[in-house]
C-alpha cells in the first residue's frame, strides 16, 4: 500500500492531537450504531468535504448507498498479515508463488517495461515486484466500497485523522474522474488499482500516459508501471545506487547496539565491526547504510536509500525487505 508525505503528517497530528494515547491504550470500542455513523458522515465530513471544494452532487453520488460502517474493515484493520506473521514466513508465502507470473509478466510488457525504465531510472524489475506484491500483477485489487471503508476507518477513530484525509482525497478522485470513475473499489483499507495506492499517493503520484483524462490504475497497464516508477522517483529514489545486501556478523556482534534502520553508517564504519557480504563475490557499497535484522533472527542486511524508499510505499520492514528479495530474483531470471 502506497503512502505519502501527506499521510505521514496526518499521523503526526493524529498523535499529537491524542496525547500519544495511541500507544498507551488499546483502541476505543466501536460504536455500532448507524445512526451515529451517519450523524459523524453529516456533521464532520460532509462539511469538510464541501470545505475542500467536493460538490454536492459528488458527495450525494459518493455516499447515497453508505448506510453503516462496516465492521469487516475493522476487523482486517486489527489483523494486518505483516504485524503477525514473521518474515520468512510472510517472504516464502509471497515470492515462490509469484516468480512464474513474474518472468511471464516480464516478457509479455518487455518494451513497456524498457520504456518505463529508461525514463525513470527506475529497475523494471522493482516496478514488477511492487506490482505482483501489491495486487497480484492486477488479478487481486479488492472489491470494497472504498468510500465505505475509509469512512469505518476514519469513524473508528484509531487514525481518525489519518483516513479522514484519505477520504478527502478518495472523494477528490470520483470528483475529477465524473462520468469515468462511477464507484471507487479497493482493499478494505482504501487501496486502489493494480498497484493499490491510497487516494493521496494517486492524486500525487498517478501517471495518465496516454493523456485521455485518466489515470487508469485499474485496467492500463502503461499508465500502472509509470505510476509506480514516478512515486519511487518522487520519493527519492536513485537509480545508481542499490537497495542493499545480505551479510553475516561477526561472533558475539551486538545486534541491540547496531541494528537499528535509523542508524546509517560508513561502509568503513561496517567493515571495521567485521561486517561482510555473504556473498563473498559482493562488496558492501560505498554508501551510508544501516543495518537491519528481521525478527531478530539469522539473516541480516545492510541496506541504503532505496530501501528506505520502498519504506516509503509502505512503512513495513517486513513488506520492504520481500520486495528487495522479489527485485532480485526477477532480476536473475533469464
Known amino acids: 500500500m502506497a503512502y505519502t508525505k501527506h499521510m505521514k503528517i496526518a499521523l503526526i497530528a ?129 472489491s470494497f466500497d472504498v468510500i465505505r471503508s475509509l469512512a469505518t476507518l476514519a469513524f473508528h477513530g484509531r487514525r481518525q485523522v489519518l483516513f479522514t484525509n484519505e477520504l ?41 500516459s496516454d493523456n485521455k483524462g485518466l489515470k487508469d490504475i485499474w485496467a492500463n497497464p502503461e499508465d500502472v508501471f509509470n505510476s509506480i516508477a514516478n512515486y519511487l522517483v518522487n520519493s527519492g529514489w536513485k537509480s545508481d545506487e542499490p537497495w542493499g545486501i545480505e551479510v553475516i556478523l561477526p561472533h558475539n556482534f551486538s545486534k541491540k547496539r547496531h541494528a537499528n534502520i535509523h542508524l546509517e553508517k560508513s561502509r568503513r564504519h561496517w567493515e571495521r565491526l567485521g561486517v561482510k557480504p555473504k556473498d563473498s563475490k559482493k562488496k558492501l557499497a560505498n554508501l551510508p547504510g544501516a543495518l537491519i535484522i528481521p525478527d531478530n533472527k539469522d539473516r541480516a542486511f545492510i541496506v541504503y536509500n532505496n530501501f528506505k524508499v520502498i519504506l516509503k510505499w509502505n512503512r513495513s520492514i517486513c513488506f520492504a525487505l520481500t520486495v528487495c528479495l522479489f527485485a532480485d530474483q526477477i532480476s536473475q531470471e533469464k
Open 14 to 142: 493524529a498523535l499529537l492531537f491524542s496525547g500519544f494515547q495511541l500507544h498507551a491504550h488499546p483502541p476505543s470500542p466501536v460504536n455500532n450504531e448507524p445512526g451515529d455513523f451517519q450523524e459523524f458522515l453529516h456533521i464532520k465530513i460532509k462539511p469538510l468535504a464541501r470545505e475542500s471544494g467536493i460538490s454536492d452532487e459528488t458527495i450525494s453520488r459518493a455516499f447515497d448507498t453508505v448506510h453503516s460502517h462496516d465492521m469487516r474493515v475493522i476487523k482486517l484493520d486489527q489483523n494486518q498479515p505483516e504485524q503477525h506473521v514473521t518474515f520468512e514466513k510472510y517472504k516464502n508465502n509471497r515470492i515462490p508463488p509469484r516468480i512464474r507470473s513474474a518472468r511471464r509478466k516480464a516478457k509479455r510488457y518487455r518494451r513497456l517495461l524498457d520504456t518505463v525504465q529508461a525514463r525513470y531510472g527506475v529497475s523494471k524489475a522493482f516496478i514488477l515486484a511492487l506490482w505482483g506484491l501489491e495486487s497480484n500483477f492486477g488479478t487481486h485489487m479488492g
Open 168 to 208: 478527502i482525497e478518495a472523494l477528490k478522485i470520483l470528483q475529477e474522474g465524473r462520468d469515468k470513475i462511477k464507484t471507487l473499489k479497493g482493499s478494505w483499507a482504501g487501496a486502489l488499482g493494480q498497484c493499490q495506492f491510497m487516494p493521496s499517493a494517486f492524486n500525487a503520484h498517478a501517471v495518465d
